[in-house]
């Protein structure tokens, strides 16, 4: 998928349930274009999160797409950048950047998040790659 079609389906809330299984509802202000500091809700196994759009430097032909929360338990934030480099004009390289910063107590639970991410981040990668696959054009949707 080119990187600006990536970008789009990766930061526009209409398009995250396409793609991140894990996330039930997505609750957001419509027709208003996702911007840095923006604030919406993920409904995820029935406990209610609630992202602010970030991101970070990135190199120069790249785009970065982030979030970050105060609100998983027995953490101080947790941040998500998602970095796009494109590979030439049909197809972009992704990586995704989970960074924890820990309560004290919440360094117990490291390997247990990091077990889950191993499993979560894969799957939503499927799901982008099959939805890229399937010919989705996020302009044209």
């Not at 930061?11 to 894990?22: E, G, I, P």
């Not at 990091?114 to 982008?128: R, T």
Request: proline share 5%; with cysteine; aromatic share 10%.
């Amino acid at each position: 998928m080119p990187i600006l079609e990536l970008y789009e389906v990766i930061s526009n809330f209409d398009y995250r349930l396409l793609w991140a299984k894990v996330i039930d509802k997505v609750e957001y202000e419509k027709n208003r274009i996702n911007r840095l500091g923006d604030k919406h809700k993920c409904l995820i196994d029935k406990k209610e999160v609630t992202p602010t759009t970030v991101t970070k430097k990135a190199e120069k032909n790249q785009l970065v797409y982030g979030e970050s929360t105060t609100e998983i338990p027995f953490t101080k934030k947790l941040n998500v950048y998602y970095v796009l480099t494109p590979e030439n004009d049909q197809k972009t390289r992704l990586r995704i950047e989970i960074f924890v910063d820990f309560k004290p107590f919440g360094v117990l639970l490291k390997r247990l998040m990091k077990k889950n991410f191993k499993k979560v981040v894969p799957e939503n990668i499927k799901e982008l790659i099959l939805l890229a696959e399937s010919g989705f054009n996020p302009n044209s949707a």
